[in-house]
């Protein structure tokens, strides 16, 4: 009988290192993929308050907000990585601040 718990201790040992391994393995990834989803939902608002501080610059200098994103790109330097991110900018009164709106592409 003692033989036979020393077999049966023996095999438990040796399957919890290689389980207890992949569980970490599959923790830490779990881990990454949260941090990479946290810092991309971080990207797109930096991007939107950036639109934000343009277009609020904009109607400090000129007395009215710019008409499209190409107008921000040309004078206020705004850069948007469109392979990445599809940005939404109505602009329905030279007076009223713009309806901006970032959304993430599908990858």
């Known amino acids: ?17 290689p389980v207890g391994a992949a569980v970490a393995v599959l923790a830490f990834a779990a881990a990454l993929d949260s941090l990479d ?15 934000r501080r343009s277009c609020v610059a904009c109607y400090a200098e000129q007395g009215v907000y710019p008409p499209d994103l190409d107008y921000l790109r040309e004078h206020y330097g705004l850069q948007i990585d ?21 959304l993430e592409n599908a990858k």
């Open 37 to 51: 989803g946290g810092r991309q939902q971080e990207e797109m608002q930096r991007l939107e308050e950036s639109l």
């Open 1 to 17: 009988m003692g033989r036979r718990k020393n077999a049966v201790a023996s095999v438990l040992r040796g399957l919890l290192l």
């Open 82 to 102: 469109e392979e990445r991110y599809t940005v939404r900018y109505d602009a329905f009164a030279e007076n009223l601040m713009p309806d901006i709106t970032v």
